[in-house]
């Protein structure tokens, strides 16, 4: 009787391993579908809707959680019938609040509105409706000033002690936005982590 070698089990061990890995990753460039009968979310503008493009500006990334917005957002562009199926190019002159101007944050809040919410306040909006937000300030560290450890006449010189040094803000000139257009039906239990504070 002829045994099976060792190496002949450890082969198929990694081949198996190596067939389960290719999967995994080509999955994550392959849409799951949705089986018949399974719970499925579909894409609200496979159907083409009307939509309205607003933008917002806060100084906070959720003004919504602590406490009124009404005085901590501003509306700051309306595009009314927006083309999301189209690129699109927006110049938009900013009000940078005294706190951004003092070194501190700004964030831009986008959302897609039909008819009926286009005009309710922000409030309303973030409880109902998907809202991407993206920051418009950077905080960049002034680099060190080098100095020169060798002096001509070899004297020692002792380094300068670091000190802590507060980042400068500096305001991005072009916020990107991109919608998701694909008329894709995700199963509700493979549905990307990444995508669940976007679902409404």
């Not at 905080?139 to 060190?144: I, S």
Request: net charge positive; aromatic share 8%; hydrophobic share 35%.
């Amino acid at each position: 009787m002829k045994y099976i070698s060792v190496s002949l089990i450890l082969s198929l061990i990694f081949a198996v391993y190596v067939v389960n890995t290719i999967w995994t990753l080509a999955e994550i460039f392959i849409p799951p579908e949705c089986s018949r009968g399974e719970r499925c979310f579909s894409s609200y503008l496979a159907s083409k809707p009307v939509q309205h493009l607003v933008l917002y500006t806060s100084i906070k990334e959720r003004p919504h959680l602590e406490g009124s917005t009404a005085d901590s957002v501003s509306k700051v562009h309306t595009s009314l019938k927006f083309d999301y199926l189209n690129p699109a190019t927006f110049d938009i002159k900013l009000k940078v609040p005294r706190k951004t101007r003092n070194n501190g944050t700004l964030f831009m809040h986008a959302v897609l509105l039909d008819d009926s919410r286009l005009y309710r306040e922000f409030d309303e909006i973030i409880r109902t409706e998907s809202i991407h937000t993206l920051p418009l300030v950077t905080h960049t560290e002034p680099q060190a000033a080098t100095f020169n450890l060798l002096q001509q006449n070899n004297e020692e010189q002792k380094v300068p002690e670091k000190k802590s040094v507060r980042p400068y803000a500096h305001i991005t000139t072009v916020a990107p936005l991109s919608i998701l257009t694909d008329d894709l039906k995700l199963p509700s239990n493979k549905i990307p982590g990444e995508l669940y504070p976007y679902i409404r």
